[in-house]
C-alpha cells in the first residue's frame, strides 16, 4: 500500500488522467465507450489503434475541440494535474500548456515557414529575445526548416509541413504535446527522422506528448508506454518493451508471430481470434 508521501509523488508525476470517458457525436453514435489512460510527466505515450478505433477522437477530447464537431464528453472526468479539464475551451488547455498538433499536418499554406513558426508564439508574453531564442531551438531541432524559412509554407514537402506543424506547437513552449498521426502520408525514411525528433525533443526540452499513431511499429520503439484501442475501448496497455514482444500486439498488429511474419490473408480474420475479445 502507498503511503502519503508515494501517493503524492503519484499523482505530481502523472500530468493527465482520462478516467472512464465516453463520447457521444451527434447525441446518438458512441464513439468512446469507457477510454481511461494515465500520462506521466515527461514521457512519450502511444494511443494505438486501426482507423477507426478512436485515438483522434480522444485526443480532441482531451484538448476540447469536440463540440466543433458536435461531440461531447457525455460519462467520466479528465484531469491535468489533477485539475477536471473537459469543461474549458481549447483556448483554457493552451494557456495550461497542452498543445494538439492535429492530424493532416494544417500549416497555414500562403504564409512562409518562419511566419507559421511564429504564430505559436501568438500567445505569449514573455518578450522577443525569448520566442528569438526558442525559435533557434526549433531550427536546431529542424535544420530543414531553418533551410526553408523564406518559403511559402503551401509549397513545401508534406514531411516539411510536419515538421511546420511541431515547431509551431514547441514555440508555444508546451507542457505536453498531443501529436495526432504524425506518420500519416510519410515515407517511412521521413517517419523515423520525425520520431527521432520527437524523441530528441522528449528528452532535450522535457516535453511530454501522447501521439495518436496507426504505425504500431515504430511508435512502440519510440514511446516508453502504449495503449491499444479497438472500437472505442482500450484492450490492452503496458510498457512499450513489454507490447512489443507480447504475442497477440506481435501477430495482430505488427504481422509478426512466433513462427515468423504472417500474410494478411492469413491475420485478416483476427476479429475473431484475439484473446482479448473472446
Same mark, same amino acid.
Given at each position: 500500500?502507498?503511503?502519503?508521501?508515494?501517493?503524492?509523488?503519484?499523482?505530481?508525476?502523472?500530468?493527465?488522467?482520462?478516467?472512464?470517458?465516453?463520447?457521444?457525436?451527434?447525441?446518438?453514435?458512441?464513439?468512446?465507450?469507457?477510454?481511461?489512460?494515465?500520462?506521466?510527466?515527461?514521457?512519450?505515450?502511444?494511443?494505438?489503434?486501426?482507423?477507426?478505433?478512436?485515438?483522434?477522437?480522444?485526443?480532441?477530447?482531451?484538448?476540447?475541440?469536440?463540440?466543433?464537431?458536435?461531440?461531447?464528453?457525455?460519462?467520466?472526468?479528465?484531469?491535468?494535474?489533477?485539475?477536471?479539464?473537459?469543461?474549458?475551451?481549447?483556448?483554457?488547455?493552451?494557456?495550461?500548456?497542452?498543445?494538439?498538433?492535429?492530424?493532416?499536418?494544417?500549416?497555414?499554406?500562403?504564409?512562409?515557414?518562419?511566419?507559421?513558426?511564429?504564430?505559436?508564439?501568438?500567445? /505569449?508574453?514573455?518578450?522577443?529575445?525569448?520566442?528569438?531564442?526558442?525559435?533557434?531551438?526549433?531550427?536546431?531541432?529542424?535544420? /530543414?526548416?531553418?533551410?526553408?524559412?523564406?518559403?511559402?509554407?503551401?509549397?513545401?514537402?508534406?514531411?516539411?509541413?510536419?515538421?511546420?506543424?511541431?515547431?509551431?506547437?514547441?514555440?508555444?513552449?508546451?507542457?505536453?504535446?498531443?501529436?495526432?498521426?504524425?506518420?500519416?502520408?510519410?515515407?517511412?525514411?521521413?517517419?523515423?527522422?520525425?520520431?527521432?525528433?520527437?524523441?530528441?525533443?522528449?528528452?532535450?526540452?522535457?516535453?511530454?506528448?501522447?501521439?495518436?499513431?496507426?504505425?504500431?511499429?515504430?511508435?512502440?520503439?519510440?514511446?516508453?508506454?502504449?495503449?491499444?484501442?479497438?472500437?472505442?475501448?482500450?484492450?490492452?496497455?503496458?510498457?512499450?518493451?513489454?507490447?512489443?514482444?507480447?504475442?497477440?500486439?506481435?501477430?495482430?498488429?505488427?504481422?509478426?508471430?512466433?513462427?515468423?511474419?504472417?500474410?494478411?490473408?492469413?491475420?485478416?480474420?483476427?476479429?475473431?481470434?484475439? /484473446?482479448?475479445?473472446?
Amino acid at each position: 500500500m502507498l503511503d502519503a508521501a508515494q501517493t503524492s509523488e503519484t499523482r505530481t508525476d502523472t500530468l493527465l488522467e482520462v478516467n472512464n470517458i465516453e463520447v457521444i457525436y451527434n447525441h446518438v453514435i458512441l464513439v468512446l465507450k469507457g477510454v481511461s489512460l494515465a500520462v506521466p510527466k515527461g514521457g512519450i505515450t502511444a494511443l494505438l489503434g486501426g482507423n477507426g478505433a478512436g485515438k483522434t477522437t480522444t485526443l480532441k477530447a482531451i484538448s476540447n475541440l469536440l463540440k466543433s464537431e458536435r461531440g461531447e464528453v457525455t460519462k467520466g472526468s479528465i484531469l491535468y494535474r489533477g485539475e477536471r479539464v473537459q469543461d474549458g475551451s481549447p483556448a483554457d488547455l493552451v494557456r495550461k500548456g497542452v498543445i494538439q498538433v492535429m492530424e493532416g499536418r494544417h500549416c497555414f499554406e500562403h504564409l512562409t515557414v518562419e511566419d507559421n513558426l511564429l504564430t505559436g508564439a501568438y500567445t /505569449r508574453t514573455d518578450g522577443r529575445a525569448a520566442v528569438a531564442r526558442d525559435l533557434e531551438m526549433v531550427y536546431n531541432y529542424f535544420p /530543414r526548416l531553418k533551410e526553408r524559412r523564406k518559403s511559402q509554407a503551401g509549397y513545401t514537402s508534406g514531411g516539411e509541413q510536419q515538421m511546420v506543424a511541431m515547431g509551431r506547437a514547441l514555440m508555444s513552449r508546451p507542457e505536453m504535446i498531443l501529436l495526432d498521426e504524425p506518420s500519416m502520408g510519410l515515407a517511412p525514411q521521413l517517419v523515423e527522422q520525425i520520431f527521432e525528433i520527437v524523441k530528441a525533443v522528449n528528452e532535450g526540452e522535457g516535453v511530454t506528448f501522447l501521439l495518436a499513431e496507426q504505425n504500431t511499429n515504430v511508435a512502440l520503439r519510440y514511446a516508453h508506454y502504449g495503449y491499444i484501442l479497438e472500437s472505442g475501448r482500450v484492450v490492452m496497455d503496458g510498457p512499450a518493451k513489454a507490447l512489443r514482444e507480447n504475442p497477440d500486439v506481435k501477430e495482430f498488429y505488427l504481422g509478426m508471430s512466433d513462427e515468423g511474419r504472417k500474410s494478411f490473408r492469413e491475420v485478416r480474420s483476427y476479429r475473431r481470434r484475439k /484473446r482479448w475479445l473472446a
